[in-house]
Structures are given as structure tokens and as C-alpha cells.
């Protein structure tokens, strides 16, 4: 994260003054691929009920641009709910369960317009705001959440009227697993996050 930093402030000392800088506000819907768990008992089961769901974000951004290229450095609230069933033991009942990873996701993409179509792409770091419910009754299975982790976005995007702006894009990760293994009772559970979103946003620059 204090790379990341490092590298937003570089970039906003040393852009020339004749570079044109907006801010803006966006937000949008997003739909994630399921995290899922490896369970390490074979009579007990955390099964994700779809492989995809709908979450939303939030935030501001920053666009620095220079003729045809640009920097834009972005700080979004997301928030995105998925539903498992879940069984303890191989004689208990299915629970439906549901989890909310809340996260702050801060890409930094650089991109280029051709004509009224923007390219941009570029690594985002996603920092976990909270702990998601825990799907077993154990303190230890909250132990497994990374803080932090890195991935990257790329996409396209259009201007209009220069004030309102529309975006696609793919969110992916640049590791397979946002959690880490912890043994309870002595079984396995491991989560790998290792998702792909495709967000849809539109905003207004000031």
C-alpha cells in the first residue's frame, strides 16, 4: 500500500501545469464471482448457491491528463453479498448463510482517448473494511482474511458533455487466495478468492 501511495503522489508532483485536472464522484453496480471455501472434512460442506453475484460501489477520483493521456488514481467503497449452504457435520441440517465483504478498492489506471472512446487499465490494491460473518461457530475461522490484496483493472469508458462519464470494466486478482488457511478442530478450511468482477459505473467531474 505504501508503494501505491508513493507512486499517486510521484505522479501528482510532476504533472506539468498546463495538464487539465478534474475531479469526480461515480458509482455503479458490479458482479463478482463467488469466493469459495475448501473445506477440509468430507461430511461437512460450505457450498457457495451461485457461482456470481450483484454487489455495488462508491467513491471518488482524480483525472490528470496530458493530451491524450491521462492518469486517474480512484478511491471506491464496494460492498458485495454472497449465500452459502453450509453444514457442520454430516448429521446436522443445511443453514443458509450469507457473507458481505465490504472493501476500499484503489486502482490507479492510466489510459488514452481515441476519438470519444477512453482505454485504460491498471494494478488496484482492495483493502478488507471489516471481517465478513463467519460461517462456522469458531473465533479462528475470522483468522483467515487478508487485510490487503492486489489485482488490476481494465476497460473502456466515454465523456460526455465533459461533465458525465460511463465506464466497463474487468477486475481481476494477481493472486489466488485472499484468505489463508486455519485449522479448527482439526479440519481445513481454506478461502480462495481468486474472483473476477465486471463493474459498470457512471460519474460526474467537476
Known amino acids: 500500500m505504501k ?28 458482479t463478482t464471482t463467488v469466493p469459495t471455501y475448501d473445506y477440509g472434512n468430507g461430511s461437512a460442506t460450505i457450498q457457495a ?10 467513491g471518488l477520483f ?7 493521456v491521462y492518469v486517474q488514481p480512484e478511491a471506491v467503497f464496494a460492498s458485495t453479498s454472497f449465500d452459502y449452504n453450509v453444514k457442520t457435520v454430516a448429521s446436522a441440517p443445511t443453514t443458509l448463510m450469507s457473507q458481505t465483504f465490504n472493501r476500499l478498492s484503489i486502482p490507479l489506471l492510466v489510459g488514452c482517448k481515441l476519438g470519444p472512446i477512453r482505454i485504460n487499465a491498471g494494478p488496484a490494491a482492495s483493502i478488507m473494511i471489516g471481517t465478513p460473518t463467519a460461517l462456522i461457530s469458531d473465533p479462528n475461522f475470522e483468522d483467515m482474511y487478508k487485510g490487503a490484496v492486489w489485482g488490476f483493472q481494465a476497460g473502456l469508458g466515454i465523456d460526455l458533455l465533459k ?21 479448527i478442530s482439526g479440519q481445513t478450511f481454506k478461502l480462495d478468492y481468486g474472483q473476477s468482477s465486471l463493474l459498470l459505473s457512471v460519474g460526474w467531474m467537476f
Open 3 to 30: 508503494k501505491l501511495f508513493a507512486i499517486v503522489l510521484v505522479i501528482l508532483f510532476s504533472v506539468p501545469a498546463f495538464s487539465q485536472i478534474k475531479f469526480g464522484i461515480k458509482a455503479g453496480a458490479e
Open 49 to 58: 448457491l451461485k457461482d456470481a453475484s450483484w454487489g455495488y460501489h462508491a
Open 62 to 68: 482524480v483525472r490528470i491528463k496530458a493530451g491524450p
Open 163 to 183: 461533465k458525465l462519464t460511463f465506464d466497463v470494466r474487468y477486475a481481476g486478482s494477481l493472486g489466488d487466495v485472499l484468505g489463508d488457511a486455519v485449522t
